[in-house]
């Protein structure tokens, strides 16, 4: 690309951010400028042919973003091992000042609503590329009718790993310590490296959850629709108090269009990031939440809830009612008794040198009901097991070695970007393009090796001569049993009648209920 082809395409990024990022007349010169600077131009092109058009937010990837990064490649501005650093700058320099979102933000919500108010800061964070909506749009999904309900599944494509060359770069910087996390609000702005991702194109909203200062951000991921993540100021350590389970309800308040949740707080059943309060949410209808009751409950206490065991794989107690007060105290006693909750026919053991007994809650408000989905949860381990008593026993590790997490307790399993490639390598064994003492099966640091006994597995119930249609069939059809096997390892009460027995038990003397 010529210098001149390049200064065309600034002249188009401005154009975009005059249309979709809410860039004010006043501050036409000053972004212009700033992005001269950045590529080390002394002049725009006087072409504004574009000034008018009305830009396709898909199309600004191809178009404009990815050839003007292509070129300060070319012209040594940036390497292709910070292409994305570099190209979050660029976009950071066209997006509005935190201050301006907020006050934009605020507008909205006055004149149209705070629905209207959460669309334009979704399209906002799109149209800066904060979520790379060209990479998210890559993941491969689709849906398995389980034997307990639908399970949603998708192949993360959005989030690249690092080859070798960016790894050991990365080691060899020096680590700062700030941010302490990816979750810290001191994020904002930030330029990133290869260790810690930019966020200069990062805005989110101050909310007030009990008296404290939090923020709502759109996750960069977006594993469903409006992935939003909500965080506390400070950085201090996740953790399910009887104020989180208040600090969910009244996020629902404000945000009534949301469902929001939380981690729970432990090792392996608690997510990746243990270090920072956060809850997870958005605007999807989750598997989970179809699943209708098993067996109902009633408290003499709490006359006005609707209690019931959920029929899902994990085990979900779903508590709702109109008052947010009664759902809270119920919700803080479910969460108290089951803390301290031992039934070893079970195998469930609360605390031995540590706690082992937590719950994943989810809050929803429908139409002014609320409705509390509280998954039990433990984290024991043992010889056999070291991964987790209530985890996948290792011969699913090929799949999902992760702990399993809110996101998928829900029913939507988020699998590794690796297997796309790995599994196409599987097909081959099974339509007899390689042969059974090919490396990728025999070399242990192969990585189709760690799918061998699926493979083989296969290979015995259907053999070698498949077509690529049904060899594809076969590995999909196993992956969504596997799925459903994981789901049913994370429950602490299993779908047995030795597990309901257990799960009553817990439901009639730990929470003093009777069935309805």
Known sequence: MTEDSAKIKLNKLMCHAKKNLWMEKEDKYYVLNSLLDLFGFDAPAPDNSDENRDFNIDDVQSEIIDPLVDYAIQKKLTTKEE???????????????????????????????????????????????????????????????GSLGDIEITINLSKPEKDPKEIALAKSLPQSGYPAC????????????????????????????????????????QCYREHLIAFSEQHRPMAVTADSLKRLIEFTDIFPHYFIGSNAALPIV??????????????????????????????????????????WYNSVIRISGQDANSVHKFSSLVLEKWREWTDESVEIIAKTTEEHNAITPIARNENGRYIFDMILRNNRTDEKRPYGIFHPEERLHNIKKEGIGIIEVMGLFILPGRLKNELHEAEKFLIGEKEMNDKALTDSKSPVYKHRNMILELIEAHGRKNTKEDAKKFIIDKINHICEEILEYTAVFKNTEKGQNAFDRFMTEGLNLSKA
């Open 270 to 311: 608690g997510g990746s990031i243990l270090t920072h309060d956060h809850y997870q949410g958005g605007r999807k209808v989750l598997p989970m939440f179809k699943a209708e009751s098993r067996r109902p409950y009633k408290s003499e206490n709490f006359k006005d809830l609707k209690i019931e065991i959920v029929n």
């Open 83 to 145: 292409r994305i650093l570099f190209e979050t700058k660029m976009m950071g320099l066209i997006t509005p000042a935190p201050s301006a979102v907020n006050r934009k933000f605020d507008e909205i919500e006055k004149k149209e609503g705070k629905e209207a108010a959460t669309d334009a800061l979704f399209k906002l964070s799109k149209a800066n590329n904060y979520l790379r909506m060209c990479d998210i749009n890559k993941n491969i999904k689709w849906r398995h009718h």
């Open 182 to 221: 990816m979750l810290c609000a001191s994020n904002l702005g930030f330029a990133g490296n290869l260790n810690h991702p930019a966020r200069q194109t990062l805005r989110y909203i101050p909310i007030t959850l009990t008296n404290e200062q939090w923020y709502m951000q759109f996750s960069p991921y």
